[in-house]
């Protein structure tokens, strides 16, 4: 369980960054909007919308983050500010932003309903130890899920719970599913890239962060 001295001042913390990763770059997910009109309907609204020609571009660009780790974070950033972003990009940008005000223990994170592909990412924050292509259930308030794409702030147990009622159509869940995160170790934040991108990206700073 987590032995933050202020679980309280953690929340917040959790909070502000979410909040933070969701509204810094104004952006389209393709994956929301199919989720809310369906994947033809999806196709339609971008492929005949010449407005939307510039923004199917950085989309296209997309494809090039996972071949390029190290720049991953400026790509991800380049991405926002073009208008494009999904789960992914937005949970790697929470994290970005935990740990340049002074977060070390906030990860990037893939949830599985089983052991095939993800089905979602975001970024959480646990005092227990975490290992590489390990998946933790984090039952109660082991972790703080920080959820961008769904705008969540909670605790894990929480969380995972929300995903399974409330949000179970989004991910086409089960009630009774069991429901894993496991931490993305593909591109580590290095103390020098945090003070690199901190330098390049000031607007990442949060004011009241560290408020006491």
Partial sequence: MI????????????????????????????????????????????????AFKYSLKCASERLKIDMDEKNLYTLIIESLKHGIGNCGEETNLAELIGKINGLKNIYSGKIYAGKKFPIH??????????????????????????DPWLGITEYAGEYFKKLRTQFKGTFNLRSNSKLKIEADFTSRLTPYKIKKLKKEHPELIIKDFKKK
Wanted: proline letters at 3%; aromatic letters at 10%; zero cysteines.
């Fill in 3 to 50: 032995t933050f001295k202020s679980r309280n001042e953690m929340v917040r913390k959790a909070d502000m960054i979410t909040r933070k990763a969701h509204s810094q770059y104004p952006h389209v997910s393709v994956s929301r909007i199919d989720v809310m009109l369906g994947n033809n309907k999806t196709k339609h609204f971008f492929w005949d919308n010449m």
């Fill in 121 to 146: 990412e975001a970024a959480f924050i646990t005092d227990r130890e975490i290992q590489p292509s390990k998946k933790y259930s984090f039952k109660a308030k082991d972790a703080i899920i920080i």
